[in-house]
C-alpha cells in the first residue's frame, strides 16, 4: 500500500493534485475505530513476543486509546496530507508520545492493515444486518398471523390465476429473507478471518503470534497465505453480492407494494407517516419509500459490477486499485441498512383493504382449477378436464356469469362427471383451504408454518 | 407458465411470430434428461398416493422412459410448435400411449415442473464443477511442490516488492479456489431444494406426498412455501456469482501468464499445445487461451447482471420473464466448465524459466525489508528504520551498486547498529526464508501448508 | 489475430481441447458474406495497385464467387479444425484455385480483418433497426392518432395525477423511439469506418490503395490510426449501449402494458394471437410477449457489461480477448429485432377498453390542479392556492363526494374566489384540453404534434 | 415529484425516519446555482406573460439573487427537514419576501423542475469534460510529435508484433479520444433540451411561453412531450455510458503506463511528483495514480449498470425511483474530472527511456514480417512466404542469432528469390519507415497525422 509521506528517496515533493487524488482519508476515516483496535492488538501481541518492550508498548497503548477518546469526541483533526486513517492515527501518535510510536508498524504493512480494517467493519455491519433482517421476518410473521384468513388473488403474469391466504403471499418473502440471512451468515464465515501478519505481502521475519492477536481480536481463523490475503477482497465482493439479492427482494415487496397503492388495485393504505404528496396535486399520496428502496436497487448491483469490475485481471498481490473498495461496500452497507430499516418501520402499520381484495379475487375465474381437479378426481385425465374447464369459463365469459350461477345441468352438459356437490368446490375459501399439500397455502399449513417459524426465529 | 398449447378459450390461432417468439424449446431441450427424471418420480408418487392407478402409472413410466432412450440416441424430433421440453416430451408420451398421459400432469403445473428441472441441472453442474475445482486445486498444488525453491519477485503495485517462492505465489490461487469451492458447496444447499408439488402457486388439492417424491430425487428438503417456490430464482443468481468469482479468480491467474509471457518478463513458456501463432508474424507464440479465459470475464459478468436485471421488481409469482434465466445459467455452466478443463490441462505443462526470474528478483533492491527489520531488532523504531533504509538505497541507486556491494564501513556510516551479520540478512534466500510468520513465505511454511492441504483435499 | 493453422515454428500439435476452446467458426460464420465482400474487394484493390497480377485477381474474385454461392446454398462445410471464418474460406479458396489463394491475404492481417467483418455486419444491422424504429414510430403516431380523445388517468408515483389523453401518452414513447433512432444514427458514423489496411497493427509496406478499397466497400471513412484500428471496439460497445436504451424504453412499455392487462386495470385487451394460456388455469390470458421483451432487457445489460468488462484496461493492440465480442453483438442484435419486430406486429391490434379508462380517471380527484390554478389566476400565490385544495380534496374524501359534487357555496366556504365558472374547468376533457402549453396534452398540441412528426418520419 | 412539506391533507406528521429516509438536499444542494438560474428564467418569463404581476416577478427576481449571494458565501443554512434543494430555496425565499415567494412555483412542478436543474448541471459539466479531453489531446499530439524516432515493440496479444513509433501508439490514444469527444458532443445535444413547462406531467394551463425561458436559459430546443420530459433520463445514462468509454480508453492507458514502469519493462518513469513509495519498502516507487485511475472504472461502470437498473420497467411518468439519478451522475462526473486532470499534468512528465525501448524491440524477430513481404514482392503467395519466414525463425532460434546474423547464403538456401538488399528491410527502423500506408506507423504518416490534427483540435 502506498505511501504518501515518503522517505527521503523521493526527490521531488508531491503535488497537491497528486495529494487530493490519492487520499482516503475523506472517507477511509469511517474505520478509525477498527483501526485503532487492530493496532492495539497489534502492540500487545508485540510486546507479549518481546519484539518490543512493555514499556514501549504500554505507552503506545495508552495514546492509542487517548485518541480514540478524541476521535469519538469529534475531537480529531483529520488531515488530507497524511492520506489514509493509518497515516492519520500514527502521526498523533507521535505527536503525544514521540519517536516510539514509529515502533507500532513493526512486522505490519499497511496492506495487512487495511485488510484488517475493513474485516473488523464488514464482520460488525453484517451481524446487524442479520440482526435487522430477523426483525423483518419477525414482522413478515407477524403480518402472515394476523392476516391468514384475508382472500386475495394469487397472481402469475400478474393475472389472477388462483385465490391464495394473504399470509401466504407474506410468508413467500419471510422464506426469501430466511436464505438471505443464510448467506450472509455464511459471507460472515469468509469475512472472520484474520489478515494481519502478513505483513506487505511474505509474511514477516519477527517472531510474531497470528493466533494471539486473533484471539485479542475474536477472528477465529487466521488466513493461511500471505499474498493471498493482501490481495483478497472476495468477501466484500461477496457481501455486495447478498446484498444485491436482499435488495431485490425488497424491490420485489416494493413493487407490489406500489402496485397494491394504485388506484386500480387500493389493495392497501400505507400509513400517512410513510408517504408524502405533492407540490402540485394536492390529492396525491405518494409510496415514495417503496419507489426510492425500489430506486436503490439500481445502487447496490452498481456498486457489485464496480467491485467485479476492479477486480478483473489484478495482478497479485495488492494494487492501489483495492483502495476503491472501501466506498462501494460503505454505499451498499449504507443503502441496506437504511432501507431495511424503513421497512421494519412502515410494514406493521400498512392497513390491507380487505373488501378490495376480496372483490378482486372474485374477478377471472379463480376456481377454475379446481373444476379441472374436481374432474380428475372422478377419472379424467388432467389434459381432458383441463380442456373441458376452458369450454366452460369460455360459455360464462359470453353469457357474463360466474361458476355459482351454472345451474347442475349446463354443468353436466359439459361433463356427466360432475354432481351436486361441485358446488362446494368453487368457492374462494374451499379453493384456498384445498390446497392441502406441504408449502400450499391451505390455511391449516398458513398456521403450522408461522408456529414453527416463530419458534425458529 | 405459459401454456402455448392453448385450450378452447382462444378464438384466434396463435401467430407463428408469436411462436418463435416465445418458444424455448431450441435452448431447454438440454433439460430433457432431468425433465424425465422429474415426471418419473412425480408418476411415481402418484401412483403411491393412489391419485392415479397404478396400471396408469405404469404405462407412463414406461412411455417416459423409452422418450428417454429416443432422446439419448438422438431420434427424438424436437418441434418448436411445441413450444418447450415439458409439451414436446408430454406430446410423444400420448403418441405412444394415448389420452392416459395426460394423467402426468395431474398436481403438476408448468411452474413447478421447469423450477424442479433448472434446480436438477445446476445441482449436477454444481457437483461437477466443485470436483473441476478440486482438480484445480490439486494441480496448483503439485507446481507448488515442485517450485518451492524457485525465488521469484513478489510483486505489489507491479513493482518489485520483496522476494518470495513461486510455490507461495500459486498457493494463493489454492486458496482462492478453496473459498470458491465453499461457496459453491454452500449454494448446492440452496440449489437441493425441491419445487415440485407447489403446482402454478397455491400447491394442490390432490393428497400428494412430496417427501415421498423429494426421496425419490434424491432432495433433502422441500420448499416450505408454493409462491415462492415458484417465482425463486435466487439459487440461479446466486451460482451466476459463484460463477463470477471463480472466472475473477481465474482472469487474475491468466493476466499474470499473459504478463509472463511476454518478451518482457520472459517467466515461463506455455507449451505449444496451448499457444497459437500469427497469421502474419511467424515467430509468434500467443497465449491465447489465456486471453480468451480473462475475456470470457465478460460473459460470465454479463450473465449475473442480466439474472439480477431479470429479477429487479418482480412482482409474484411466476411471470414469464423467467424464462430468460436458463441461457444465463447454460453460459455460464459451460463457459466455467470449459474454462476449467483447459486450464486443469495447460498449467501443468508450463515452464517455469528460473533463471530470469532469479535475474529479474535480483533488480529493485528486493532485500530492503530486511535491512529497516535488522534495525529494527537492533532497537531502532520502524520508521526511522525505514528512513536510514530508504537513504542507503538512494546512495546504491546513485553508485549503481547493490547492498552486497556496500562494505560494512559503509553500512555503518548510515547507522553504527550494523555489524557484520548484516550480509547475511540481505540474500534473496535468507529473504525468504526469514518470513516465517504463519502464512509467510518461508520455505518450512510453505511445505507444512502443501502437506496439510494436500491431506485436506 | 491468432492462427491454429501455425507453421513450422511449432514442435507439437495443437491439442484438440485448444482447438474446441479457441475455434469461433462456431459463430462467426455468420459473417461469411462480409468476410467474402471483404475480401472481394482487398483482393480487387490488390489488382489495381498491382500488387497482385490482374489475371490471379481474377482466378481468386471467381472461387471466392463460387464459395459465396456455395455458403448461401448451405453447401459449405465449416470445419472447426479451421477455427475461424477467415481461414475456412482462405482454405476452401486454396482447395479451388491452389496456391494463388495465398496471395489474397497479402497486406491484410486477421487483425484488420475481423475488425471489417464485424463492422461491416453492424452496419447492415444498426441501418435495418432504424428502419424498425421507424416502423414502430409510425405505429406509435397510428395509435395516437385514433386515441386523442380517449382520456386516461396520468400518472406520477403509479397514482393517479392528472388526466391526459390516451394519444399524449403514446407520444411519449415515440419521442423516446426518436432519440434511440438519434443515436443509432451517430453510432453509424463510428461504424462506418474502414479499418482495412491497418494489416496486423502497424500498416503494410506494400503500395495499398485504402481509399479505393473504401469506395468499394462503400465506407464514407478511413481508420486513421493502424493500432486503434486494430484494437478499437469502441463502435460494437456503443451499439450495446444503444441497444440497451432500445431495450430499456420497451421495457417500459412492457411493464405499462402488463399492468394494464390485468384484472385491477383491464385498460387493454391484447390480441389472442400475441397471448398464451396457463397449462393449469384454464383461464388465463398471459401478456407473454410483453413479459419476454421485459426479461429481456436483462441479457442486453448483460451484454454490455460483457463487453465493457472485457475492454477494461486491455494493452495494446489486438488481444484474443477481443474474440468475445462477436457473441454478444449477435445476442443483442437479435433480441432487439426479434422484440421491435413482435412489438411492432402486436400493438396495433391491441384494444383499450375506453370505458375503463374512463371510469379510472373518475377516481383520485385528477382535476385538482384545476382548483389550485383557478385560484392563482384569480391572484392567489400558488402555495396558498394549493394549501386550499388539499383542505377541499380532504373535505370530499371524508365527504364521499366529488369536486362536481359540492355546491357553490361550499366551494366559497375554502375561498371567496370561487365563481361559478369553477365547474367549467372541474371536468377531465377540461383539464386535457386546458393544457395547451407546448407539449401539454391539450388535443390541438397532440393534433399538431401528430401532423408534424407524421411529416418528419 | 414529492412533496415532504405536505398540505393538510395529511393526518399524521412526517416521521424523522421518512424525513432522512426520502430527503434529498444532502446531495441536490449542488445544484443550487442551476435552480436559481431555472427559477430566474422561469419567473421573468411569467411576468413577461403576466401570468404575474411585474411587481411580485421583481421581489422574485431580487429575492433569489440574495439568496444566491448567500450560497456563494456559504452563508446559507441548508436544512434536511426541507427536503431538497427546491424547498430549501423556496423556503428561503420566503422569509425573505413572505406569500408572494408562492408565485414562483405558478406552472411549474417539481417534476419539471428538477429535470432542467440536471440537465443545466449536465450540460455545464459536460462543456467543462470537452476542454479537457480537448487538452488531453494537445498533450497526446505533443508527445507523439516529441518522440517521433523512439522505436518500441508493438504488441498483440503482449508479445512482440513489429515495431512501432512511439508516437504512433500514443496517437492511437488520441483518436479514441476524437471517438470520445464525438459522443460527447452529440450527448449534449441531448442534454440540451428544456424540460421546464411540462408541469408535474401534462403541461400547464397558463399561458407560459416555453420559448422565451428556453432563450433566456440558452436552450435550442424544447421538450416536445410533457409526460416524455419529467420521466425521461435517457440524457443522464447517456453521459454515464459516455463516461464509461472514456475512463475504459483511461483504463487502457493505465494498463500499459503500469506495465512500463514495472521493473521487468522500464520503458518509462513517471515523475517522483506522481508516485508514491511504501511504508515497509523504502525502494519502492508506485504507479498510484494508474492504478487508482484504473481501479476507478469500476465505479464509473458501476454507475452505469445503476442507472440503467434504475430505469428498467419504470412506468410513466416521474417515480420518485428517479430521484437515484443525481448521486450516480455527480459520482461519475467528479470521478471522470479528476482522472483528466491528473493525467492531463501526470503525462507530460513521464520520461521514455527510449535505451530500454530498443533493447526491447531488438528481442522477437519484429522484422519477420519484412522477410515474408520481401518474398511476396518477389512473385511469391503470401501464405507460402509466411511459412517460409517460420522456417527461418526457428533456425535463427536453434542457432540463437539474429536476421542480420544470417549471411546471403543462408537465407537463400531458405529461398533463392533473396537477394543481397535482404539486409535493408531487416533493421528496425527500416521497418518502422516501410509502413506507408495511410494510418500506419511510417515517420512521414505520423508527422503528417501531428500536423492534421494540431490544425483540427
Chains 1, 2, 3, 4 share one sequence.
Not at 485518541?67 to 498523533?92: P, Q
Not at 393475472?159 to 443464510?182: N, W
Not at 392497501?268 to 408517504?275: K, S, V
Amino acid at each position: 500500500m502506498a505511501n504518501i509521506l515518503r522517505n527521503k528517496r523521493f526527490e521531488n515533493d508531491v503535488s497537491n493534485l497528486t495529494l487530493d487524488f490519492v487520499e482516503s482519508i475523506s472517507f477511509d476515516k469511517r474505520l478509525a475505530g477498527y483501526d485503532i483496535s487492530g493496532s492495539l492488538a497489534h502492540v500487545t501481541m508485540l510486546s507479549k513476543c518481546k519484539i518490543i518492550p512493555k514499556n514501549d508498548a504500554d505507552k503506545i497503548i495508552k495514546g492509542l486509546k487517548e485518541i480514540g477518546l478524541e476521535i469519538a469526541e469529534g475531537k480529531f483533526r483529520f488531515k488530507t496530507e497524511l492520506e489514509d486513517i493509518h497515516f492519520n492515527i500514527e502521526s498523533r501518535l507521535k505527536e503525544k508520545i514521540g519517536s516510539v510510536a514509529g515502533k507500532l508498524h513493526t512486522a505490519r504493512s499497511r496492506n495487512d492493515q487495511v485488510a484488517l480494517d475493513l474485516r473488523l467493519f464488514l464482520r460488525e455491519e453484517v451481524k446487524l444486518q442479520i440482526v435487522q433482517i430477523k426483525k423483518m421476518q419477525h414482522i413478515l410473521l407477524n403480518i402472515a398471523e394476523k392476516n391468514i384468513d384475508l382472500i386475495m388473488p394469487g397472481y402469475t403474469h400478474l393475472q389472477h390465476a388462483q385465490p391464495v391466504s394473504l399470509a401466504h403471499h407474506f410468508l413467500a418473502y419471510y422464506f426469501m429473507f430466511q436464505r438471505d440471512k443464510e448467506r450472509l451468515t455464511e459471507t460472515l464465515t469468509r469475512i472472520n478471518v484474520m489478515p494481519l501478519g502478513s505483513a506487505a505481502l511474505a509474511g514477516t521475519a519477527f517472531p510474531i503470534d497470528r493466533n494471539y492477536t486473533a484471539k485479542l481480536l475474536n477472528f477465529p481463523k487466521i488466513a493461511e497465505n500471505s499474498m493471498d490475503a493482501v490481495s483478497d477482497r472476495d468477501f466484500a465482493v461477496e457481501y455486495l453480492f447478498d446484498a444485491s439479492l436482499i435488495i431485490m427482494h425488497l424491490s420485489r415487496l416494493s413493487e407490489e407494494l406500489i402496485l397494491w397503492s394504485s388506484q386500480e388495485f387500493s389493495f392497501i393504505e400505507i400509513n400517512d407517516e410513510f408517504t408524502t404528496g405533492s407540490s402540485i396535486m394536492p390529492q396525491k399520496k405518494n409510496p415514495d419509500i417503496c419507489e426510492l428502496v425500489r430506486g436503490k436497487t439500481g445502487r447496490v448491483y452498481g456498486n457489485l459490477i464496480s467491485m467485479l469490475t476492479i477486480m478483473k485481471s489484478l495482478p497479485m498481490t495488492y494494487n492501489r486499485d483495492l483502495q476503491e473498495d472501501k466506498e462501494a461496500v460503505f454505499d451498499s452497507v449504507d443503502t441496506l441498512e437504511k432501507c431495511l430499516e424503513i421497512y421494519i418501520a412502515m410494514l406493521p402499520k400498512i392497513k390491507f383493504n380487505e373488501k378490495n381484495m376480496a372483490q378482486s379475487a372474485a374477478l377471472g375465474f379463480l376456481e377454475a382449477t379446481e373444476i379441472a381437479d374436481y374432474l380428475v378426481r372422478e377419472g379424467m385425465p388432467f389434459r381432458d378436464a383441463h380442456s373441458i374447464t376452458g369450454k366452460i369459463v369460455r360459455y360464462c365469459l359470453k353469457n357474463n356469469i360466474r361458476f355459482l350461477d351454472l345451474d347442475i345441468g349446463t354443468f353436466r352438459s359439459f361433463s356427466d362427471l360432475f354432481r351436486d356437490d361441485i358446488y362446494e368446490h368453487v368457492t374462494l375459501t374451499q379453493s384456498v383451504d384445498s390446497k392441502k399439500s406441504f408449502g400450499g397455502t391451505s390455511f391449516k399449513n398458513i398456521k403450522e408454518t408461522i408456529r414453527k417459524e416463530k419458534g425458529r426465529l
